[in-house]
């Protein structure tokens, strides 16, 4: 079965200052790789995904991420936060059943952006 | 245009109300998801159906019971619920399956229906 694990339940960073979340998975075979995001009251907006090919994926709001198989790691990096990016983030790892999708998410890291 | 409707926002229900969460997309989609998201925590997939069919029930409580009138629709019907049952309701939809994620099969969400059982 598979399983994702964010290390960081929450990350201060100043406004401007880079940005990087960390997400370790772990699947049998190759993996299907996602970040959301979650604003406050809001539902879940996809950031980005990797299913093959560029290791390194670009997303939406600046956002992008590196798949490293070897480090069973798919961390979300942002140059410079700006305060709208204060928000819970959820890597999931996806699993082509039978019957359906199904997506693991890792517990999330809740980001908050100091002026 | 990579949008799921819910409705409604806010419930409140007693524990002996009959209630339903709807949702609708018209992307498309022949996969359609409930998920279930408690404070602080990520989201548990609870249903997925497929073609209108259910095809994944994470044994879930009876209580719940989802219907899928047709491809765009998905309701969540509740009864007799507890009050650890409050929390956000995700629905989510996606491209059938059968076209595997190569085909680029993103799981999309809506805003959710936030429920309180008093």
């Known amino acids: 079965a598979q399983s994702v694990t964010q290390p960081d339940i929450h990350i201060t960073v100043s406004e401007g200052a880079s940005l990087e979340l960390r997400c370790n998975y772990s699947?049998?075979?190759?993996?299907?790789l996602f970040w959301y995001v979650q604003s406050p009251g809001q539902g879940l907006q996809l950031l980005l995904k990797y299913f093959s090919g560029d290791t390194l994926v670009q997303g939406i709001k600046g956002f992008e991420a590196e798949f490293k198989r070897s480090q069973s790691s798919f961390n979300l990096r942002k140059p410079s936060v700006h305060w709208s990016d204060a928000a819970e983030y959820f890597c999931a790892v996806g699993a082509e059943k039978a019957a359906g999708n199904k997506l693991t998410f890792g517990g999330g890291t809740r980001v908050l952006v100091k002026p | 245009d990579t949008e799921v409707t819910q409705t409604p926002k806010h419930l409140v229900m007693g524990m002996t109300n009959k209630k339903s969460l709807k949702c609708e997309q018209h992307m498309g989609h022949r996969a359609m998801y409930w998920y279930k998201q408690k404070a602080k925590k990520p989201p548990e997939l609870m249903f997925v159906y497929s073609y209108e069919k259910l095809s994944i029930n994470e044994s879930v409580p009876s209580r719940f019971s989802p219907e899928c009138p047709n491809s765009s629709l998905l309701n969540l019907h509740l009864h007799a619920l507890q009050p650890e049952d409050s929390a956000l309701y995700l629905c989510?939809?996606?491209?059938?399956f059968g076209g595997g994620y190569i085909s680029g099969n993103t799981i999309y969400f809506g805003e959710g229906s936030w429920l309180t059982v008093v």
């Open positions: 989510a939809s996606s491209q059938d």
């Open positions: 699947y049998g075979a190759t993996p299907y």
